[in-house]
């Protein structure tokens, strides 16, 4: 059962960066210039790391076993795995968004405002909503040797910028954010 650990440090690391993202709109709403860089990072990391091995972790290993082994979930896997392709859907609009606030200027900041906010609340729920129901229902149900597999899918990778393994191409994101953003995350002004 390492996969029920590891998804919901996963969900962890996806809060503090919905948390960010809320923070750096904070930030622009209150004057402050926006960071077009940290905006990009940020949205490179949710490609790589939740649309490309969470979620499909979730929908080929965790999803497939919980049915299998709990046929009565169907109406619930398949609307969490309906809200994965939503949210790749919302994440495409912020990053059109982010595009037309970066070509056009500030005008533009009140749709990618509107679009960071729409992504971050539905991340947020559908995450509660994994841990709250699928998690829940998979360790009454699921057998050790479903775990076996869900727990080798779920070690396959390692999150890019939370992981124990430092990766090069997000250390310059995550020594940024630490630096811009207020606790619980970063250091912000406090500590200048």
């Given at each position: ?32 210039q926006p960071d077009f860089s940290i905006f990009h990072g940020l949205f490179t990391y949710l490609d790589r790391f939740l649309d490309r091995y969470h979620h499909p972790k979730e929908n080929h ?132």
């Amino acid at each position: 059962m390492r996969a029920i650990s590891i998804i919901k440090s996963e969900h962890k690391n996806l809060g503090a960066i919905l948390y960010s993202l809320d923070k750096l709109i904070e930030e622009i709403d209150s004057g402050k210039q926006p960071d077009f860089s940290i905006f990009h990072g940020l949205f490179t990391y949710l490609d790589r790391f939740l649309d490309r091995y969470h979620h499909p972790k979730e929908n080929h290993h965790l999803f497939p076993k919980l049915l299998l082994r709990a046929p009565e979930t169907e109406s619930l896997v398949r609307e969490l795995g309906q809200q994965h392709i939503e949210g790749e859907i919302l994440f495409v609009g912020m990053l059109k968004a982010l595009s037309a606030y970066e070509f056009s200027g500030a005008q533009e900041f009140p749709h990618f405002r509107d679009s960071v906010t729409s992504y971050t609340e539905f991340e947020r729920k559908h995450a509660q909503k994994e841990e709250d129901e699928v998690l829940t229902r998979a360790r009454e149900v699921l057998e050790p040797s479903d775990w076996d597999e869900i727990d080798a899918a779920f070690d396959a990778n390692e999150d890019p910028l939370f992981g124990d393994k430092w990766n090069n191409e997000f250390s310059d994101l995550l020594d940024r954010l630490i630096n811009r953003l207020p606790a619980p995350l970063g250091l912000g002004d406090d500590w200048k």
